[in-house]
Structure formats: C-alpha cells, structure tokens
C-alpha cells in the first residue's frame, strides 16, 4: 500500500504544479498544499 500511495501523491504533486504554473484554477494551490502534507504524512 505504501508504494500505492508514495504514486498517488506523486500524481497528485505532478498536477497541482502544472495547474499551479498554467494559474488558471486558484484551488491548484490548495492541493498543491494538500499533496505536500499527503507526502510529508507518507514520509
């Protein structure tokens, strides 16, 4: 499950960045934030 997660929190951060860059949804930020947490949680 550990591996599951470690990717699902990549995939996550990988899209919030490229939302956060394209700036076109406010909430990017808000999951970018999110995903920090979900992997520092893993970690």
Known sequence: MA???DRYAF???RRG???SIN???PSSLEMA???S???MALA
């Open 11 to 13: 995939s996550i951060s």
């Open 23 to 25: 700036g076109r949804m």
């Open 33 to 35: 934030k999110d995903s």
């Open 17 to 19: 960045r490229t939302r």
């Open 37 to 39: 947490n979900s992997e």
């Open 3 to 5: 591996a599951t997660g």
